[in-house]
């Protein structure tokens, strides 16, 4: 029940900040790749398509409530795509925060994020750490450069978090 509430609020969350940004220019927002700081355009959740491709992204413990997102493809890269499959990451059952820091799949920029690697997550999940839901969403985010995200008319999301709790 728990990630079935946090996956709804994930979708609407996106629908909102879309919304929001109708009238400016576009929503942009910060995001993980390979260990690197990234920027997209928020585009929002297409309608009617529950997956495309195989470019996907890990939002952990929900969009944004934690740490920024982590994509598995950048431009240049076989695979990427604007198109990306959502992918919910949480604690596995009797695992905590703690776990995850002490396996070696945690981020050395922790605090700041837990994950920022696709790999270091489906490892963390192959090794029981956390589990991944695939609600069947996909979002438009084209990866833009840092001055593109910073562009006048543009609305960046906070990359501030709240703490990571002991399970999520």
Known sequence: MK????LLM????????VTASASAG???ANGWYEGEEIYY?????EEGVTERGENDLYLIGGDRTYQANVAEFIPGESGYS?????NVGGTAEGVTLDDILDS?????????????????????EEAGLVVIDHPGVVVLCPVISEKGA?????MELPEDFPPFPDTF
Request: aromatic content about 8%.
């Open 3 to 6: 990630r079935k509430l946090a």
């Open 10 to 17: 994930l979708v609407m969350g996106i629908l909102l900040m």
């Open 26 to 28: 576009a929503t942009t």
């Open 41 to 45: 355009i928020l585009g929002g959740v």
């Open 82 to 86: 604007p198109h990306w499959n959502v």
């Open 104 to 124: 070696g799949f945690a981020s050395s920029h922790y605090p700041e994020a837990l994950f920022d690697d696709v790999e270091d997550i489906l490892a963390a």
């Open 150 to 154: 910073e562009a006048p008319g543009n």
